[in-house]
């Protein structure tokens, strides 16, 4: 049985600083690729930022390149995303997605088979 726990969330000011983290079960953790996507309000869900977990390649969008830090714990089977300089448009529920194939395009939601229950995340 596959989990993705999401933590972290919150409320900010623009400029702050947020450090999600996304603790897995029941996955091969370092052996796929692992995501965060976010969906704000009467939007479509985005990627955000990815990592194959195997080489530790990351992957990020060009509205959080910069500001947002995508990393990973094997040994803890964790997932990161610290995110810095906030910005009001951040403002989303942030998902953590694992897919167990290896070598998908991280920033396509399909090809992802696990999902989080999502955190909140509000920069004013």
């Known amino acids: 049985h596959v989990q993705l726990v999401e933590s972290g969330g919150g409320s900010v000011e623009a400029g702050g600083s947020l450090r999600l983290s996304c603790a897995a079960s029941?996955?091969?953790?370092?052996?796929?690729?692992m995501a965060w996507f976010r969906q704000a309000p009467g939007k479509e869900r985005e990627a955000v930022a990815g990592?194959?977990?195997?080489?530790?390649?990351?992957f990020y969008a060009n509205s959080v390149k910069g500001r947002f830090t995508i990393s990973q714990d094997s040994d803890k089977k964790t997932l990161f995303l610290q995110m810095d300089d906030l910005k009001p448009e951040d403002t989303a529920i942030y998902y953590c997605?694992?897919?167990?194939?290896?070598?998908?395009?991280?920033?396509?939601?399909?090809?992802?088979?696990?999902w989080g229950q999502g955190t909140q995340v509000t920069v004013s």
């Open positions: 997605a694992a897919a167990t194939s290896i070598g998908v395009r991280w920033y396509i939601e399909g090809n992802f088979d696990y």
């Open positions: 029941g996955i091969t953790f370092s052996k796929n690729c």
């Open positions: 990592i194959y977990t195997a080489g530790g390649s990351t």
